[in-house]
């Protein structure tokens, strides 16, 4: 497993060591040793799978209590996905990451606790697959306006994104719930 860190340190990229032949492919997509030697804690509480169309835009999401980190990846089609650091003593508060997720390259991300996270669509579907280290509370629960002129995330997008009425509802980021 190779881990590479992000631009933001505490975003991971995770790379299974992927074996492959004209059979097909194997690879550990979660192995609890490994992970926590990467720092990346093992306690994972729920597993959820969304699947989406092109043009889908999830997120930007985060809770404030019961706060989730998230290990997420891609087993069908392809995603960019974005963490936007919301923790106010943070040196990259106000900051994002994004990355693309596939099937093909298999790689994960980690997203700790303390971020907001979404992602868009880019292929014509995607399924995702995400770990959490806590529970989804949704009185907890707030979303990050997706297209804050002040976060300018670049994301891949051709045309106008399909959003959730939450999502489009989301706070910018200087009117939104941080960490400290």
């Not at 770990?131 to 997706?146: G, H, I, M, N, V």
Request: proline share 7%; charged share 20%; net charge negative.
């Amino acid at each position: 497993m190779n881990i590479i860190p992000t631009r933001i340190p505490d975003v991971l990229i995770i790379e299974p060591k992927v074996f492959g032949d004209e059979r097909g492919f194997f690879y550990e997509s979660y192995n609890r040793r490994a992970m926590t030697d990467a720092g990346i804690p093992g306690d994972f509480v729920q597993d959820n799978h969304s699947r989406s169309a092109r043009g889908v835009l999830r997120g930007l999401h985060y809770q404030t209590q019961q706060t989730q980190g998230k290990l997420v990846r891609v087993i069908s089609g392809n995603v960019y996905d974005v963490a936007v650091d919301l923790r106010k003593s943070s040196p990259t508060f106000g900051q994002w990451v994004g990355i693309e997720l596939s099937a093909d390259n298999k790689r994960m991300a980690w997203i700790p606790p303390g971020f907001a996270h979404g992602f868009t669509v880019t292929s014509d579907s995607a399924e995702f697959l995400y770990k959490t280290t806590d529970y989804w509370a949704p009185q907890f629960e707030r979303s990050l306006l997706w297209n804050d002129p002040a976060l300018a995330i670049d994301w891949p997008l051709d045309g106008t994104p399909l959003v959730a009425a939450k999502d489009a509802a989301g706070l910018p980021l200087a009117q939104c719930e941080v960490f400290p």
